[in-house]
């Protein structure tokens, strides 16, 4: 039996390592048009800034694949004939599969702006996108970053550390809004702001103007300010990259219909990762989801479906953490979905640079969000995990303190706080 899969991102490296675990036998192949190596995407800035090569952040060594017996080639797919089970190479040639795994990952929103495809707009999402930034930041006096959301606080940091002036447009009336509820979104804005970011809420992108040269040279806002600017970042989110696929027989919504065994509706093909989308019953929402463990998480499960067992994809409890600027975010659980009838405890230090918010519902905690505190994982998504009623984590809210000896406590605080809210 031949593997395919396309894309070495974490979703293609731990399918294909796993696999390999599970079936001593089979042929695998894993493809990707960006990198031979797979290695960890969410380092992109940190490659910039110098603090990491690019070596460093290959989470395995180069040997292992070839110990595996995975064989990887640095290609673009550029079609899929599923009745024949072939994929076609970018350098010319046919791959012939009998079990294929989509793990193509997302890309960049684009919106279409006047202007996007000039030089000097560009999104972070890859390693040539790394190439271009390096290229476009000799030439450039000033950026303006389009979007919001975790990734443009990332290139508004390598910006900065080029010590370029970057100003943000932002259409929301607080940073990250959608996701962050008010308090945590108005903590996150105000740091933006002192850290020297220029931060312009309630403002959209209308244009991109290019000079002679093809190259960008300002910004227009829907409310018809010019800002000057050699750089343009587009960070409005990111998309399941479903190009591949398309013109497939493999249904497609926004991203690759999946079931929660992660099968296309095409026999032999899976997807997982950035690029899937899982199809629920009912009226629930379908599932995507677009982080590093949720990626390695629903690999595992392809790669047993993919050896011949049965396996359902648990999403388990929702889990996100990264920085902005010098500020962790940590999240747990449901947050700011507006359940009807959640309840709120939120309490913030003094200094406005730490926050702790529990969400519950009738009594029993569905959630937790900490900024400027840094919580263990795994007390928290047990707490979620077993429905602890709310007085139970209150009591025991000082279990969850990732480190006492390096992490200040705020938990004494918090409790006093919270149980007052309560009274
Ligand atoms: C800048 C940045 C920072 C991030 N930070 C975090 C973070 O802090 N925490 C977190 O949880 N998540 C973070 N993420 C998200 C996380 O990186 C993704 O969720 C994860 O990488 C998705 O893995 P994947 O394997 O599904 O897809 P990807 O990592 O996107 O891999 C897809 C691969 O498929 C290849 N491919 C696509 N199409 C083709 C084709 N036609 N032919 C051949 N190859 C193809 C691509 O080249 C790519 O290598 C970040 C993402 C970015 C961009």
Not at 58 to 63: R, T, V
Not at 112 to 119: A, K, T
């Given at each position: 039996m031949h593997v395919v899969i396309i894309g070495n991102g974490i979703t293609g490296a731990t399918a294909a390592l796993e696999l390999r675990q599970l079936d001593h036998d089979c042929k695998i192949t894993m493809i990707s048009g960006e990198s031979k190596y797979h290695y960890a995407r969410p380092a992109l800035m940190y490659i910039f800034m110098g603090h990491m090569s690019y070596q460093d952040t290959?989470?395995?060594?180069?040997?292992i694949w070839e110990e595996q017996r995975i064989d990887l080639v640095r290609d673009w797919i550029t079609g899929i004939d599923t009745d024949a089970k072939q994929l076609a190479l970018h350098k010319g040639g046919d791959l012939g599969y009998d079990k294929l795994l989509i793990a193509t990952g997302a890309k960049s929103n684009k919106f279409?702006?006047?202007?996007?495809?000039?030089?000097g707009v560009q999104g972070l999402y890859d390693l040539p996108d790394l190439q271009r930034l390096h290229e476009t930041v000799q030439r450039t006096r000033q950026a303006v970053i389009v979007g919001g959301g975790l990734i443009g606080i990332e290139l508004a940091e390598m910006l900065h550390s080029c010590g370029l002036p970057v100003t943000f447009l932002v259409?929301?009336?607080?940073?990250?809004n959608n996701i962050l509820p008010a308090e945590e979104s108005r903590m996150v804005s105000r740091l933006i702001r002192e850290a020297g970011f220029g931060l312009k809420l309630e403002t959209g992108l209308k244009e991109i103007e290019g000079d002679d040269s093809g190259r960008a040279c300002a910004v227009i806002t829907d409310t018809d300010e010019r800002i000057e600017c050699q750089l343009v970042g587009l960070t409005a989110g990111v998309s399941p990259n479903t190009d591949l696929v398309k013109d497939t027989a493999i249904d497609t919504g926004r991203g690759v219909f999946v079931d929660w065994s992660l099968?296309?509706?095409?026999?032999?093909v899976l997807a997982a990762g950035d690029c899937a989308e899982i199809v629920t019953e009912g009226d629930a929402r379908n599932l995507l989801q677009q982080v590093w463990y949720t990626g390695k998480r629903q690999a595992r499960i392809a790669a047993q479906v993919l050896a011949g067992r049965e396996a359902i994809y648990d999403p388990g409890i929702w889990y996100n953490s990264a920085k902005f600027l010098d500020l962790e975010y940590h999240t747990y659980g449901q947050?700011?979905?507006?359940?009807?009838?959640e309840q709120n405890l939120y309490w913030e230090h003094a200094n406005g640079n730490h926050s702790i918010r529990i969400v519950y519902l009738q009594d029993r905690v569905i959630g937790i969000n900490t900024m400027g505190v840094r919580f263990h994982h795994r007390v928290c998504e047990a707490w979620i995990a077993e429905q602890r009623p709310l007085d139970y984590v209150l009591e025991h809210?000082?279990?969850?303190?990732?480190?006492p000896e390096f992490f200040r406590r705020f938990e004494a605080h918090a409790t006093a706080q919270f149980k007052e809210a309560l009274v």
């Open positions: 290959k989470p395995h060594a180069d040997h279409g702006w006047p202007g996007q495809d000039l030089e259409r929301e009336d607080s940073y990250w099968r296309t509706n095409v026999p032999d947050v700011n979905l507006c359940v009807p009838d809210l000082a279990d969850a303190n990732f480190d």
